[in-house]
């Protein structure tokens, strides 16, 4: 038996470029984050992980906010094994979009890629066996999309009333979802097939208006039935990788894909350093008048640098084109260690011709650079 416990507190800046699209909306601001993980093994088979998170915003309320991302009990079995409480589920195999991903909510106030999530209530079972992996979730409570407040960046053209969400379903966020997914490996491939039904995680944005009479968005949560797949091949220093999903029960059936691959070139320049260069696509069927995405008909390039020094240093840049409009977006993120408990992290997106009719164009002033200091104790 034995208890363990890590964490980090950070500062981060961030600096827009532009002054901001709508009232209110600052040009710079400044956070502090705090993250606490707590593991206890009772037993050898019988275990308790706890993971905290807090955020607080200089300029948007919306941003400074706490979440319990994990609280689970975990027993091994011979053959099974059983997790109950606040749970984190990542399905994926692509760089810039995960389609499939569906179990945990986006923590859409942390950062523009979505992929902060929230804890998840649920139940987890798990059957390894040699032709592959059994896993079955029963999720009987939803947790809501957090948005940027109405003086927050990254905000829609109207605020979103996070406070009066509606549901299709009459249980509202106490619907039970259910998920059963299979994964196994096949020579030099990951394989990946679920199914989910219940509470969708992207919610469709009604107009609507609050009791003073002012817009504003509300979220609406339907019910709908996915299937999703996520694989990866490895051939040498290519990894193709891919994902699709259809679903069923918003409006319409609709099915989305992306695919790509990434190649390595390792010892650049008779260096220490690998270079590995990516390229994905991603085709969603939806109609963006019904339930708008960003990622319709989009091409994606990146680098990403491995410098393999003692410091951890990586670089990785992001070109994403949409093909239906002129919009092009490009990221940057590069990280580095500074002595044994810090790493640095810059962080920086450009919305360059954002297209009025993309649903990407509430974006197009927010160009921005973000610089974080993580202190791990």
Do not use: M
């Given at each position: 038996m034995g208890l363990e416990m890590d964490g980090d507190l950070s500062l981060q800046g961030r600096l827009f470029l532009q002054d901001g699209a709508f009232s209110g909306q600052e040009d710079a601001s400044a956070s502090m984050a705090a993250n606490l993980d707590i593991y206890h093994d009772f037993t050898s088979d019988f275990s308790l992980t706890l993971a905290a998170f807090y955020r607080l915003d200089s300029s948007d309320s919306a941003r400074s906010h706490g979440d319990l991302r994990e609280a689970n009990l975990l027993y091994l079995a011979e053959n099974w094994q059983l997790s109950v409480g606040l749970g984190r589920v990542f399905w994926g195999a692509t760089e810039f979009v995960h389609l499939v991903d569906i179990i945990n909510q986006t923590d859409q106030v942390e950062s523009l890629d979505g992929e902060e999530k929230l804890g998840q209530p649920m139940v987890h079972l798990v059957i390894p066996k040699e032709w592959g992996t059994m896993e079955g979730f029963l999720m009987p409570w939803f947790r809501e999309r957090t948005f940027p407040g109405e003086n927050g960046r990254f905000r829609s053209p109207l605020p979103v009333d996070t406070d009066h969400?509606?549901?299709?379903?009459?249980?509202?966020?106490?619907?039970?979802?259910l998920a059963l997914r299979y994964s196994t490996s096949l020579a030099n491939s990951d394989i990946g097939l679920y199914y989910f039904n219940g509470t969708a995680r992207d919610p469709v944005l009604l107009f609507s208006f609050n009791q003073a009479g002012e817009p504003l968005l509300s979220p609406y949560y339907e019910q709908i039935g996915q299937s999703g797949l996520d694989l990866q091949l490895v051939a040498g220093e290519w990894l193709f990788k891919g994902e699709a999903l259809y679903r069923i029960g918003q409006s319409r059936s609709f099915a989305a894909t992306t695919f790509g691959f990434e190649y390595t070139l390792p010892g650049l320049g008779d260096s220490l350093m690998d270079l590995g260069?990516?390229?994905?696509?991603?085709?969603?069927?939806?109609?963006?008048?019904?339930?708008?995405t960003i990622y319709d008909n989009d091409l994606m390039g990146g680098l990403r640098l491995s410098v393999n020094d003692m410091d951890d240093s990586t670089i990785l840049l992001g070109v994403i084109k949409d093909l239906n409009y002129s919009s092009t977006i490009i990221g940057l993120e590069a990280s580095r260690r500074l002595g044994d408990n810090i790493r640095l992290n810059l962080d920086a997106s450009f919305f360059l011709d954002i297209s009025p009719q993309d649903p990407a164009y509430s974006l197009a002033r927010d160009d921005f650079f973000s610089l974080e200091l993580i202190w791990y104790f």
């Open positions: 969400p509606v549901y299709e379903s009459s249980s509202e966020e106490h619907h039970l979802d260069l990516i390229a994905e696509y991603v085709y969603d069927d939806r109609d963006n008048g019904w339930l708008p």
